[in-house]
């Protein structure tokens, strides 16, 4: 409750007031005797503003656009995003790149909050936000769950002994999740065998879905991290022949923070962001959403501990950050690990690798003797490092990045011609160059960086206000189709940085309070072929979205959306002529909690695909209603019942779910039926914390779900999970 | 782009001339150009050819130039001249009895070309302005020979919010002038609608809708910023021919130069220059 009973009688804090106006300027006056009255109310009220317990599940939304595809793996992207913001910033301490890092506020508002900050000394209370020229109520609202005014209680030595301080720090959970279909699959029946004793495939674990993680860690002082995961379908066994301890993945991570000189030292599981993301990132970008602003400029976080589970996004190493001079840090890294990969021996004796891999294998799935046949083939060695310069007033950065990846058997990708000036051969030194500069309300940054192929990359960018209500912001990037980044994310259309030009203009208007239209337009080129694109192609994509939030605690928005490529078109013909496809979507969502216990949200979203300008639209809609509700104070149930229609499988819906906490589905709803789950939260202990979750999708006019080893007899799939978090 | 695939070029080029440009309404100056050709609520002395209206809120005669090459081709160059003059006296800033404008434009180069001769009147009263513009067309395509027609085109723009918003529009050609019994050619008839914000003196947001008959609607927008009395940025897009656009504008005293360019996807770069002089040493 962020409420500023005005009519609280001063007398609370006319102490707080004198104390306080004698380090204004005088013409201060009329702001300070409103902070004044803002702190009274604070310390009437309580000495400390509770944090929110963060709607994780609006914020994405509102942060990311529609998925579009299955090849991103969405959820631990989200994870990565949601552990980032498990980690409050301090708000007295954090610097211009730690605020931009949260996504949240404009530059304008950052730059405003570090004057304040400079003459007025640290914020006493997340109330004094209000006060902030530039800070509107929603904003403060957004931002409140993930941030905070406490300093972590001095300096990290008066706390004790490093090993003292991991030991009493409250900050830590243990994690242990379980999940399952309940159907049965095909993957998991008995193989029917023929008389030499062969069958068809079949995975070689249980349908059990299993994590186990336990995390402590103090902001800017310490991490620690142990993760280890099976998916479904994945043995659980000790080999170590086949580098296998266990679980199947298995992950771990030591930090150290803020120790004098050195700022930061990783040991096991880590990921790096620097720049713009074009030759190192780690997972913290959101790339074309309907936040069209401030998610535009990556953040230059550095290193970060990992302790997700996506199997192919980390470095597993060393890496240290070095303060060299009050405005320079240094930071050197160096990673080795195994990779999958499917290895082949070449046919032709005078083939120009022996031995070579047609290319990386993200999924993380080792499940199938041939999935396991991949399971860590190709060693991976990659040491960089990144020299980064930031002036005293933040106002200017720049650095340097070198990545250097060694792998011991050739990549070498299948013979075809949009594979042409793809990455070849075992070795990869990419070198790349950023700056950042703020002046007044323009705020320029950019990346451009080279690959041993001779191929290059840029991404510039540009955020303005220009009006208190007016933000814009503009993007250009040109990644040639031989540029190879191994580690990058920087923002474009196709999932990696190459073969792609652009140009992004973004736009975001408050023309009244509690409305806000933001909109964005991107146009890209492919200048070479891709997968299932004849020849050079271009095409739009542009997004709008008003957002409505008549009460704190209700929001509404409608975001349409279009996007337009080229595809090879389904007919075969000797030369493929790409076609524009075309992609309408609209959604429609509302959210409110009428009392303090019960939360609703409606969604409704729909699209229409066309594969030609002359074939027909084909349609795909869902309606989605969830309640929630807080039973006393220990136990909550959250339920969704949705129904979707699509023609077909090119229009079906990707629909944001609720989850256990740090889980996130993102289910691809085809044909017709209805999509229920319900979850229960149970706090059991102060220390223990449950949830249980069971969805089901029930499909008409189906007698199987699935295909392949996927695949159940009967229109229904329901899933299981349960996850238990226990604090020491 | 262009040199690298001529046939594409080509024949991209002759569609496009044969629809979008075609005697259409075109677009007028450099800073309508920046703004992705979301115009139709502009007041500038190139109201003439994008919203008569607009017309009616100069407040001293004014004359200025425009070139416009577009892709790099000089076979596609359009020039034009426009003049505009406030009709009795002028009080707060209002012509009484409204503003009168004449333009003429060349487009196009030896083999075809078009050319016209353009008469606009403009009145404000209150919030609300109306105007209208005839326009004598005359086209030549060299073998063909030439026709000529007269379209008449109306407009209208309202202050929905002083100083805040407002809207504009513009119907081009309402009469549907034929060029050719053939095919039954006709000059393109258009409606432009939009919708400008500015939430300051600064900023002007501007998106526009524009339907002709035979086309598939396009969506503009555009953003101007006055970073500096004397200097404006500007950037825009056109959704159906797919281009961005952006541009500049320097004032000084009664001069004012503006430039844009703008980039389609296909076929590249087009440019767009225009110099305006006022006859009026009070400047608002």
Known sequence: ?728 | MAKRYPILSVLLLTGFISHAQGSGPGVRGARAAALGHASVTLNDVWAVGNNAAGLGQLSAPTAAVYAENRYLLSALNTVALAVAAPLGKVENGLARRGVVGLEVQRFGGKLYNEQRIGAGYGYRGGLVSIGARVDLLQLSIEGLGSRRAVAVSLGGQAELVPKRLVFGAYLYNLNQAKLAEYQQERVPTVLKAGISYRPTAKVMLNIETEKEVEQSADFKAGVEYRVIDALALRAGLRTLTEETTGGLGFRAGALQIDYAAAWHAALGLSQHLSIGLSFNAKQP
Not at chain 1, 347 to 367: C, K, M, P, W, Y
């Open chain 1, 1 to 728: 409750m962020l409420r500023v009973p005005l009519n609280d009688s001063a007398a609370y804090g006319s102490t707080t007031h004198e104390a306080k106006a004698s380090r204004y300027p005088q013409k201060r006056r009329f702001k300070a005797i409103l902070t004044a009255v803002l702190l009274a109310a604070g310390t009437a009220q309580a000495q400390e503003y509770v944090r929110p317990t963060p709607d994780l599940d609006r914020l994405t939304q509102e942060l990311f656009a529609e998925i579009q595809s299955d090849q991103v793996p969405s959820e631990d992207l989200y994870e990565t995003l949601l552990q980032y913001y498990q980690t409050p910033i301090s708000l007295n301490t954090a610097t211009r790149e730690d605020l931009r890092g949260l996504l949240l506020l404009s530059e304008n508002q950052i730059s405003q909050l570090l004057t304040y900050r400079q003459q007025r000394g640290p914020l006493l209370s997340l109330y004094e936000l209000q006060a902030v020229p530039g800070f509107d109520l929603r904003t403060i609202y957004r931002a409140a769950p993930f941030v905070t005014v406490q300093t972590a209680g001095g300096t990290n030595g008066l706390r004790g002994p490093l090993w003292q301080r991991v030991f009493k720090e409250d900050n830590n959970a243990l994690f242990l999740r379980y999940e399952r279909v309940l159907q049965t699959r095909t993957g998991y029946t008995a193989a029917p065998l023929d008389s030499l004793g062969r069958g068809p495939t079949r995975y070689l674990g249980s349908p059990d879905k299993l994590l186990l993680r336990y995390r402590v860690s103090h902001a800017k002082d310490f991490s620690l991290g142990v993760t280890a995961e099976k998916d479904a379908g994945e043995q659980l066994t000790w080999n170590p022949n086949g580098r296998q301890y266990g679980a199947d993945f298995l992950s771990a991570h030591f930090v150290v923070q803020e120790r004098g000189k050195l700022k930061t030292l990783a040991v096991g599981d880590y990921q790096l962001q620097f720049g713009q993301g074009l030759l190192l990132s780690s997972g913290l970008q959101v790339g074309k959403g309907a936040e069209t602003i401030t998610t535009l400029r990556r953040s230059s976080i550095g290193v970060r501990p990992y302790s997700s589970i996506l199997e192919s996004t980390f470095f597993r190493g060393a890496a240290a950050t070095v303060e060299v001079a009050p405005t320079v840090r240094a930071t050197a890294f160096v990673s080795r690990k195994r990779v999958d990969a499917n290895v082949q021996l070449a046919a032709d004796s005078l083939a120009e690798f022996d031995e070579f891999s047609s290319g990386f294998l993200l999924t993380g799935f080792h499940r199938t003797p041939s999935e396991r046949a991949n399971r860590q083939t190709l060693r991976e060695t990659v040491a960089g490092g990144n020299l980064s310069y930031t002036s005293r007033s933040g106002h200017l950065a720049a650095g340097l990045t070198a990545v250097d990846t060694h792998f011991d058997k050739a990549i070498q990708r299948r013979p075809e011609l949009y594979n042409q000036y793809e990455f070849r051969g075992t070795h990869n030194l990419a070198l790349g160059a950023h700056y950042t500069y703020v002046r007044g309300n323009v705020l320029v940054f950019g990346e451009t960086a080279r690959s041993s192929s001779g191929g290059w990359g840029t991404v510039n960018g540009l955020l303005a206000s220009l009006a208190p209500t007016v933000d814009v912001s503009a993007l250009v990037r040109h990644y040639t189709r031989n540029f190879h980044t191994l580690y990058g994310n920087a923002l474009s259309e196709n999932t990696r940085n190459i073969n792609e030009s652009g140009l992004y203009l973004g736009l975001k208007v408050r023309p009244v309070a509690r409305w806000e239209v933001s909109a964005y337009y991107d146009q890209f080129w492919f200048p070479w072929l891709k997968y299932d694109v004849g020849a050079p192609s271009r095409g739009h994509d542009w997004l709008t979205r008003v957002t409505y939030a008549p009460t704190k605690t209700s929001l509404l928005y409608a975001q349409l959306r279009t996007r337009q490529k080229a595809y090879n078109p389904s007919s075969g013909q000797p030369i493929p002529q790409p076609e524009p496809t075309t992609r309408h979507s609209v959604l429609l969502y509302y959210d409110a909690n009428p009392t303090p216990t019960l939360g609703l949200r409606t969604r409704v979203q729909g699209s229409r695909y066309r594969a030609t300008d002359a074939s027909p639209w084909q349609r795909g809609y869902v309606l989605a209603q969830d309640a929630s509700v807080a039973v006393g104070r220990r136990l909550r149930l959250t339920a969704r019942y949705a129904l979707f229609d699509t023609d077909s499988y090119d229009t079906r819906q990707y629909v944001f779910e609720q989850d256990v906490l740090y889980a996130f589905s993102v289910p691809a709803l085809s044909g017709q039926g209805t999509r229920v789950y319900g979850i229960a939260e149970i706090s059991c202990t102060r220390q223990l914390t449950l949830w249980l979750r069971l969805a089901e999708t029930h499909y008409r006019h189906q007698t199987t779900v699935g295909s392949g080893l996927e695949e159940i007899q009967g229109p229904r799939r329901t899933e299981f999970k349960a996850q238990a978090r226990y604090r020491f």
